[in-house]
């Protein structure tokens, strides 16, 4: 029977906690930490097996046990954790279509994460990540996906030729309304026709997209709202809605 991790100096207990604090750990390691019964759950239906499963001794949950006081100084949840996993990162070598959502400069992982969740929920083939946005595996982005992250498929994307089809980006107050430019092209077909592949843009709410993003992209869309903006996030779910609401049933 394996005794339970009692000391603040265990080598793993040290290794969880880089993983969870530095992301140049994680990217260098090629790892990253979820917590929590739930997430846990996710990354098995996923078909994600972790690298090491660790649990609060007492608890009955599978992994190796942890002194409970132990196993909550390496979370980065405010209550602790009952159990927590070490993940082996995963990233696509090109974003696949036929529906991309792209994140240029989305510095706060918390709006990475529930974008990760909104990709998930409307049926999107990848997420991608371009300059300055945050880590997708970072602590904060994993709990915000509420486990999207291990069924979105991720891609680092440096330049707009890495994405797929074709690329409407993102502007508050400019552009098209983007129920329209769908319409437009979808031009001659009908609502539920058949629609090519595309690739959303999505810049931060106070920076957003850099002009000559926006110049190169093939369609430039708002979505038209009251207030000043939206915040990342909650741009990308009303725009994969907008979107998946014209593609076939």
Known sequence: MNMAITSTHNEKLTQIRKLQQRRRWRERAGRFVAEGEDLLAA???AGWPALERYCAAGSG????????????SVSELGSGTRVLGVYEERWALRPPGPLCVYLHGVSDPGNVGTV???AQAFGASSVALGPGSADPFGPKAVRASMGAVFAVPLARAPALADLPGT???L??????????????TSEGLTPNAKVGEVTLLIGAERE???EELIAAADHVAQ???????????????????????????
Not at 61 to 72: C, D, I, M, R, S
Not at 239 to 245: I, K
């Open 61 to 72: 949950l599978p992994g190796v046990e942890v002194q409970p006081g132990l196993l909550a």
């Open 167 to 169: 690329t409407i980006a």
């Open 208 to 210: 957003g997209l850099p």
């Open 43 to 45: 990354a098995d239906a």
């Open 223 to 249: 979505i038209p709202i009251h207030s000043h903006s939206l915040n990342a996030a909650m741009a990308a779910t009303v725009a994969l809605y907008e979107v998946t609401r014209m593609a076939p049933e």
């Open 116 to 118: 990760l969740r909104s």
């Open 171 to 184: 502007v508050a107050g400019a552009g098209t309304p983007l129920a329209e430019l769908w319409r437009f």
